[in-house]
Structures are given as structure tokens and as C-alpha cells.
């Protein structure tokens, strides 16, 4: 099993909208892949991030590392062009590959 993992980082200004935005349109876009079987989304509690900033952590779980390949080359980039600009230079966010074992 593939988690494949992303970690964002939001102004605490912006968290409810950017909150929103992904549990209603990024989560179910991703999952209408069909590469992906199920999600989890967590909010970071400790450590605690720097003043004014929230941390997340959406974590999707996928079959094998070719499934996630195949994701990555037809979904990724198009997702990724799709991020609405109101976040950019707001929202960092850091992507991480796991496999289960």
C-alpha cells in the first residue's frame, strides 16, 4: 500500500476557506482519479507551528507505486494548474511518498 501524504501549511486567516476549498472540491477531485481507494485529513496539533499558521495533513491511499506513477503522470500537473491563486504565496505545502509494509 502507497500513502501518498501532502502537508500544508496555512495562514490562519485564510484555514477555514482553504479548509473548505479542500474538503469540497481538492479531496473529491483527487479520489475521482480512480487512483486513489481512500483519504484521511488530519489537523497538526503538536508541535506547534509558528504563530499566525495551521498545519494539515491529507493523506490518500493508493494500491501500488505504479497506480501512484500513473496518477502523477496524467492528474498531478493538471490538478496543480487548477490551485486557486488566492492561496499561492500563502499556503505552503510539502508532498510525501510512503509505502506500507
Not at 469540497?24 to 508541535?47: D, S, W
Not at 509558528?50 to 501512484?68: A, F
Request: aromatic share 12%; proline share 3%; hydrophobic share 35%.
Amino acid at each position: 500500500m502507497i500513502i501518498y501524504i501532502i502537508t500544508t501549511t496555512v495562514k490562519n486567516e485564510l484555514e477555514q476557506e482553504w479548509l473548505q476549498w479542500v474538503k469540497e472540491k481538492r479531496i473529491p477531485e483527487i479520489l475521482n482519479t480512480g487512483f486513489f481507494k481512500n483519504h484521511q485529513i488530519y489537523k497538526v496539533k503538536l508541535p506547534t507551528n509558528l504563530e499566525g499558521e495551521v498545519t494539515y495533513i491529507v493523506q490518500y491511499e493508493c494500491e501500488s507505486m505504479d497506480k501512484y506513477t500513473a496518477y502523477a503522470e496524467k492528474d498531478y500537473k493538471k490538478l496543480q494548474a487548477e490551485y486557486p491563486s488566492k492561496f499561492i504565496g500563502k499556503v505552503t505545502t510539502a508532498r510525501t511518498i510512503m509505502e506500507s509494509m
